[in-house]
Nanobody
Framework: QVQFVESGGGLVQPGGSLRLSCAAS????????MGWYRQAPGKQRELVAR???????NYADSVKGRFTISRDNAKKAVYLQMNNLKPEDTAVHYC????????WGQGTQVTVSS
């Protein structure tokens, strides 16, 4: 069973930046594709960025050019650098494998507001 602990969220003004971190447990982390998901109030959870075990990345159109996903297999960690944040990025952000597993962490709240 793989577990995830997300951190790095907070309150930021429009145009600001945040870097999210995800610490994963499990001995086979390096073989999984990983992703950052987010869930805004009243909306379904969506995948916004993914990275394969080999490091290839893919982004939702809504964050393309602003967000960068990366991973460190030695540390069993996944990161999301978020730049030029917009109010519509406000959501709880989660990491999980892609496709997602059954177990989710608590997520980290990102609030973009002036």
């Amino acid at each position: 069973q793989v577990q995830f602990v997300e951190s790095g969220g907070g309150l930021v003004q429009p145009g600001g930046s945040l870097r999210l971190s995800c610490a994963a447990s499990g001995s086979i982390f390096s073989i999984f594709g990983m992703g950052w998901y987010r869930q805004a109030p009243g909306k379904q959870r969506e995948l916004v960025a993914r990275i394969t075990s080999g490091g290839s990345t893919n982004y939702a159109d809504s964050v393309k050019g602003r967000f960068t996903i990366s991973r460190d297999n030695a540390k069993k960690a996944v990161y999301l650098q978020m730049n030029n944040l917009k109010p519509e990025d406000t959501a709880v952000h989660y990491c999980n494998s892609v496709p997602s597993g059954a177990f989710w962490g608590q997520g980290t709240q990102v609030t973009v507001s002036s």
